[in-house]
């Protein structure tokens, strides 16, 4: 049975930082592009981050450029999304995306919430 089981949201004041983490099972992890991707209330849901499965390159949203950072173990099957300098716009509910077309998996989410 495929899983994604998203981890470490909560709520944390402006400027503050979370890690999330995505742990996978039932499928081959090593073999599948991973993202994170987030949808506020009362809006769209939007790619975050990305990272492939070979050379690991990157890409983000020109929004959390240079605040989160993507990273992937293969060894634990588990994503993960470092979160810095997060702003009251970053609150969403996370989700992690496992992407080997024409197969697509997602997880369940996890709230983000930023407020003083």
């Known amino acids: 049975q495929v899983q994604l089981v998203e981890s470490g949201g909560g709520l944390v004041q402006p400027g503050g930082s979370l890690r999330l983490s995505c742990a996978a099972s039932?499928?081959?992890?090593?073999?599948?592009?991973m993202s994170w991707h987030r949808q506020a209330r009362g809006k769209e849901r939007e790619l975050v981050a990305t990272?492939?499965?070979?050379?690991?390159?990157?890409n983000y949203a020109d929004s959390v450029k240079g605040r989160f950072t993507i990273s992937r173990d293969n060894a634990r099957n588990t994503v993960y999304l470092q979160m810095n300098s997060l702003k009251p716009e970053d609150t969403a509910v996370y989700y992690c995306?496992?992407?080997?077309?024409?197969?697509?998996?997602w997880g369940q989410g996890t709230q983000v919430t930023v407020s003083s």
């Open positions: 039932g499928f081959t992890f090593s073999n599948y592009a």
């Open positions: 990272i492939t499965i070979s050379d690991r390159s990157t």
């Open positions: 995306n496992a992407v080997q077309s024409p197969n697509t998996f």
